[in-house]
């Protein structure tokens, strides 16, 4: 077992407040004492603490990254990949769940960790613009996603509305007319869901389908439950849809698992694409096809703004990166 | 913006280490320094930071939850588990990756975070008892899985021979009598792996069905693409199985997509059953039978241990938590 700060006062014979005034290398302390201190420091092979590095402002060698939902499979995926390329900075990722909740979000930005971490990578769902300005804290913030594109602050997105636009035009160009969306959150302004549902209707409008707002499906949250239940919601309409443009990846797993209770044949009858490429969608059948964003670029991008926002300091302007994202063509949508 | 520690030395007309020395209470600053020091705290509204806590044995409200792979299912939800637990016991869960890698778990133990944390939680892949017995850090410890049963630390289990013998009891049950296992790992004696192909051998020695190895296949990794190829194996053998074990969820699903593309009918032809209860068995096609560890319960007990060993510090025995575990029978199992 390491030696503690205790060890060494009790092995010096000092307080352990002389022992920190070693470490810390203050001036006050007499040259006998800081020579038994040493010697107990290095007898008992003690590894001064980060708390001394802290007090001088040194680097903690960690970052952390906030998302809504760590068990969400997308953000699992994610946070994979910024732990793998922390390393190449030489930082630790600690991953942090905020469940979108307005108040854990403001802790993680009011810095209850700050002292703890030299960055904070932070994917956003309920904060405003308005907040990340406000913010007190000092700490190097990346945010992730489109939420808070008019914040200053550094940010890292992909473009929702071409993603969205992609998979619609993929339904179209399949023959369907009749496509539902599910994912709609017509509470919240400004969100992922808001620029999904604007590419989804250009899509539309470009192949001059009427928009008909009875079938899209607004989901409370992201989950298989919500695309489970927006499905069968669909299917009890009169005039069911012949394609659905899900707004994630679980709420299509969700659809898919609908379709099939209901005997409906994926694609003929009703074709269904996703959005975030998670791998569950490639092991599912009918495998899923979706829109993916290249989650290595976005870790990468946000990683390297981090590194030139803990270099260059808060003055520096903000930045902006984007990553790319592709069209994953699978079985869900496949030409029958 | 907060003010920071330089700040309020500059409004005092101090050194930094003098308003250090103010915040961590040192006697020797003379109290007229000491009052102009407090004024200028005040004045700039700043928050004594965690270094000086840290410094004087104070708790950081942050516990470690280190995973083998954040981006498996399993260990996202466990971790959602402990996020959402650890309010009750004003923690905040940072996780973090190990990748199942002996040198990044040593990391972990050795304490690089541990001055960040008050506890850690380590779901430890390669890390031996001895290992874990001679770490250097004082950090309180639980560990997680029963890799390490005999290592003088907390931790939480679940019974993996029960559970493996009640998959494969469930599958010879069904009237299946070749029944194969996918998830072996020969090369890692006394992990999970071990103790569940254990379970296995224990249901077929009961149902006096013979143990034949050439339908126990070994997988390097957890993943979905070490089951499809191993099912793919089992399904080019003279006699394939009737019934699959596998030793977890995603295997399973691995499993069913390769059946899938291969044409054979689940569970008619082939039954299969997974083992950790992710969410995605229960939206799959077939719905995945599965062993559910009970995910709620081993984020409690681990806290709890966590909590104890923190009042009680490091002399005190080690205690074991063992959470449950139930069978979920789904399509993949159902008779036929």
């Not at 302390?29 to 040194?58: C, F, H, I, M, W």
């Not at 914040?151 to 399949?174: E, F, M, R, W």
């Not at 703004?305 to 808060?314: M, Q, S």
Request: charged share 25%.
């Amino acid at each position: 077992m390491g030696a503690s700060i205790k060890d060494v006062a009790l092995r010096a014979g000092v307080s352990v407040k002389t022992v920190s005034n070693v470490i810390n290398d203050f001036q006050f302390v007499s040259d006998a004492t800081r020579a038994k201190v040493r010697a107990a420091l290095e007898e008992l092979d003690y590894r001064p603490n980060l708390s001394a590095r802290l007090l001088r402002g040194g680097r903690t060698g960690v970052v952390a990254l906030a998302v809504p939902e760590i068990s969400s499979p997308y953000f699992a995926e994610l946070a994979a990949q910024f732990v793998q390329q922390a390393k190449g900075h030489g930082w630790t990722v600690l991953v942090d769940e905020t469940q979108g909740a307005k108040d854990s979000e403001h802790v993680v930005l009011e810095g209850i960790k700050s002292h703890l971490i030299d960055g904070l990578i932070v994917s956003p769902l309920a904060l405003t613009a308005k907040e990340i300005d406000q913010r007190r804290d000092h700490t190097p913030l990346v945010l992730l996603g489109e939420r808070l594109a008019h914040a200053p602050v550094d940010h890292v997105s992909i473009d929702n509305v071409a993603g969205a636009t992609t998979a619609t035009a993929h339904l179209i160009a399949l023959g369907r007319r009749r496509i539902a969306a599910i994912g709609s959150q017509p509470h919240i302004s400004g969100g992922t869901a808001a620029l999904r549902l604007r590419g989804y209707r250009a899509a539309l409008r470009t192949a001059k389908i009427r928009y008909d707002a009875s079938i899209v499906i607004p989901a409370k949250s992201y989950h298989r439950a919500d695309g489970y239940a927006a499905m069968h919601a669909l299917l009890d309409l009169p005039a069911p849809p012949d394609a659905v443009f899900c707004f994630n990846d679980l709420l299509a797993i969700g659809a898919l698992r609908a379709l099939h209770e209901r005997g409906r044949q994926v694609p003929s009858e009703v074709a269904v694409i996703g959005f975030d490429g998670i791998e569950e969608g490639e092991f599912h059948t009918p495998t899923l096809s979706t829109i993916r964003p290249d989650k290595a670029e976005i870790a990468r991008l946000a990683l390297a703004l981090l590194e030139r926002r803990i270099t260059d300091g808060p003055a520096a302007s903000p930045r902006e990166g984007f990553a790319s994202f592709e069209l994953l063509a699978r079985q869900s949508t496949a030409r029958s």
